[in-house]
């Protein structure tokens, strides 16, 4: 024959989803000459040179012949170094080094080196998964990728450290070796953080309370040194654990972004703090290559935004969408990409530039009443009109630095718990409530349905509408954060009590200056 064609399997990330991606190797007569054809950037541009020694590394013979390597879609940009081993497997069927038969019951991604030993690559678990799809049984993976990929069902997923290792597997001579889903001991983590650890502000510790119990978003608002930040990333720690299909999604996301660093599973919230220095495509996730952000990473946890006027507007607006929708859909010439995040958003600020504005102190502020509204207006009215809750942190005083501890975070977890209980036994079964059985995640149209407000309270919320002069949106958020308050109190009705202690958690809807 003039020519072999042999095919292997692979995948590529596509935000957290993995497309099957054909490597089509062909080995014909001709001047010795490799080249991979299919939109590839330079890493696998580069792979030709990886692949040749670790060919040559594994005890096998480069073919001295024209090879050529089609990755198709030939229409998809193919980024990265996970196509190495699929590309070897296929030269290797090519030439028939191993045998070419069930290389269509396997899917290979990995990163070579020359050596020939075989390197971990991002979005084994998305890999995984695709393959599980598309009906293909097997998936080797590097050794430390693989681990986290085997929480899949439905695929058999094999370790494997070496081009010479799989080379033997295909052969039937040695096979590789299962990865085996971690114990359940192995997926256990517990917060280094606790909530006894912040003295005084128990108004504060009780906003916490309820955002955590409702999902709600949270601004803490107040001068330097109150606490602001340490309570901010206690958040987490009151929060329940991830159930398996969100833990699933979580661990997805990271796997995706290769930030799982051997951790077999995400079961807690993931908490993410960037700094406020960062750039829309840090936040929101690129195209090119495609890169999970912050607000990604956060999924199914908590975002933390400290010092939110200091973030770069762009960047704090493109957080409308995911705010509302959950999710962020990046759009461009030839790409479409939809990335989840449907997080709990948490941030802090000073009440004005030097930060002691409206203090117990009187004269400690030299902001101009001009200079504080600028510094306010950093944080638009459409991206404040989707945080639930602005609580005020004040001056702590100075008997409460001395005094005892507050409750742990074990204890406050024990009452999320049961309030969030009794929200998803009160909205399970109601059309048009989405999987997340939480008091935040009501869509606008049934928040008054649900929540189950009395006639006294309806008629305290009416007059607050006129008065305060709140959108739609804010009024069904301020609803919502009664709903939740309610349901720690173990009220099957909303009243007007709920609904009190809700309006205390709208400090800049009241207007503080």
Known sequence: MSSTIATSHTGILLGVEALPVAVEAEVALGLPHFQIVGMGDRAVAESRHRV????????????????????????????GSAFDLPIAVGILAASEAIPAA?????????????????????????????????????????????????VIDGVTVYACRSLRDVAFHLKGEGPLPVAEMPSPEAFQSVDPLDLAEVRGQDEARYALEVAAAGGHNLLLVGPPGTGKTM??????????????????????VWSAAGRLRGRPMITRPPFCAPHHSVSDAGLIGATAPPTPGEATLAHRGVLFLDELPEFRRNALESLREPLEEGEIRLRRAHLSITYPARFQLVATMNPCPCGRYATARP???????????????????????RIDMHVEVPP???????????????????????????????????????????????????VREVCGASSEAQAYLAELV????????????????????????????????????????RVLDQGLE
Request: charged share 25%.
């Open 52 to 79: 040749r020694a670790a060919i040559a590394a594994a005890g096998f013979a480069f073919p001295n012949k024209k090879v050529t390597v089609n990755l198709a879609p030939a229409g998809l940009r193919k980024d």
């Open 466 to 505: 006129s008065g305060w002069e709140l959108s739609a949106r804010a009024f069904d958020r301020l609803l919502r954060v009664a709903r939740t308050i309610a349901d720690l109190a173990d009220r099957a009705t909303l009243e007007v009590e709920d609904v009190i202690r809700a309006t205390g958690f």
């Open 231 to 252: 309570l901010a990333r206690r958040l987490p720690s009151i929060l329940p654990d991830l159930g398996f299909d969100e833990a699933l999604e979580s661990t997805r």
């Open 363 to 385: 004269g400690l502020c030299t902001c101009e009443v001009e200079s504080v509204r600028k510094y306010r207006a950093r944080i638009s009215g459409p991206l404040l009109d």
């Open 396 to 446: 702590l005083e100075q008997a409460a630095l001395v005094g005892p501890s507050g409750e742990s975070s074990v204890d406050v977890r024990e009452r999320v718990v049961a309030a969030r209980e009794r929200a998803a036994a009160r909205l399970r079964g109601v059309k048009g409530i989405g999987p997340m059985l939480v008091n935040a995640a009501v869509p606008p149209g049934l």
């Open 102 to 150: 069930g290389l269509a019951d396997y899917l290979f991604a990995g990163e070579l080196a020359l050596d020939g030993q075989i390197r971990p690559i991002p979005g084994g678990l998305s890999l995984a998964a695709s393959a599980r799809d598309l009906g293909i049984p097997n998936v080797i993976l590097p050794a430390e990728s693989a681990s986290e990929a085997s």
